[in-house]
């Protein structure tokens, strides 16, 4: 059985491409990436390298050639990307590839505030129109994505947040890449969507704890409402087109949109899912 990764060169693909080689026949693994100059390592280890480009479908169908199964890994292009996946998509049909699992968000529902939520509900409804065998990985946001919150927490004693009481599963990417691969090379995943997410359900004040904990000092959560989250983010340096979407992560925390915790890292990714406070301890 071959399988195709795209964005193979990315954080998450990259893990992903590594657990199938532990597990699969090399040749049977096709990696899709704009620059296969960056793959040259896998495709030493056995592995299939592909040029593959969203923005030129023309040639993607060639790229997937021979493909069974394909892990869709969403771009970065937040608000733009749905193009890009469609065209995928697309190119997956013509291709004959079988089954696609796609990298979406916890509940990905018009409720969600969340700013990348109208990119993935249209790329999974894409996906339930296409004819495609499909599997939607939904994964909760990203432990690594915390560490800096908790340096700067750690080294300013305040941990600023617009999350008020609200709980988040943060999930790290070796986990979700140990999901997809259960998928992708097990049986009876076709038509589900799967919450991926941490061992628990973290707040604000969790947050500070492992913070407090690096410190080796007390660290205060320091509660704001929207406006001043993002003024304080960009004061800190975050480009400012960015500010709106890490304020929508914060909002769909606080609505509890992202607080259920699953056993898919368990039961499918065959792994103890990876604590927040564990990727803590290792910086």
Same mark, same amino acid.
């Given at each position: 059985m071959t399988i195709? %990764? #795209? *964005?193979?060169?990315?954080?998450l693909g990259r893990l992903v491409a590594d657990q199938l080689l532990a597990t699969t026949d090399p040749a049977q693994v096709v990696l899709l990436t704009r620059d296969p100059a960056r793959l040259a390592s896998y495709a030493e280890q056995g592995a299939v390298v592909r040029a593959a480009d969203f923005s030129r479908p023309d040639g993607l169908v060639d790229s997937l050639a021979g493909v069974e199964r394909m892990l869709l890994i969403s771009t970065d292009a937040v608000g733009t990307r749905v193009e890009g996946h469609l065209a995928a998509i697309d190119a997956t049909v013509k291709a004959g590839v079988r089954h696609v699992a796609y990298t979406s968000v916890q509940e990905p529902t018009k409720d969600n505030p969340?700013? +990348? +939520? &109208?990119?993935h509900a249209a790329t999974e409804d894409a996906l339930r129109a296409s004819g495609l065998a499909w599997t939607m990985l939904r994964n909760n946001l990203y432990a690594e994505f915390q560490l800096d919150t908790i340096a700067h927490a750690a080294a300013s004693g305040q941990l600023? #947040?617009? #999350?008020?009481?609200?709980?988040?599963?943060?999930v790290s990417r070796v986990d979700c890449a140990a999901v997809a691969v259960g998928v992708l090379t *097990?049986?009876?995943h076709a038509g589900h969507a799967y919450d991926i997410t941490g061992p628990s359900a973290l707040t604000a004040s969790d947050l500070a704890e492992i913070a407090a904990k690096r410190a080796g000092r007390a660290v205060e959560v320091v509660q704001v409402d929207d406006e001043s989250y993002a003024?304080? =983010?960009v004061a800190g340096g975050l480009p &400012?087109?960015?500010? &709106? =979407?890490? %304020?929508s992560f914060g909002a769909a925390i606080r609505l509890g949109k992202l607080a259920e915790v699953s056993n898919v890292v368990e039961q499918i990714g065959r792994r103890i899912p990876t604590p927040l406070e564990a990727l803590a301890a290792g910086m």
């Open positions: 195709a %990764v #795209t *964005g193979a060169s990315g954080h969340a700013g +990348v +939520v &109208p990119d600023f #947040t617009n #999350t008020a009481d609200g709980a988040a599963a943060y *097990g049986k009876g003024a304080g =983010l &400012p087109a960015w500010a &709106p =979407l890490m %304020v």
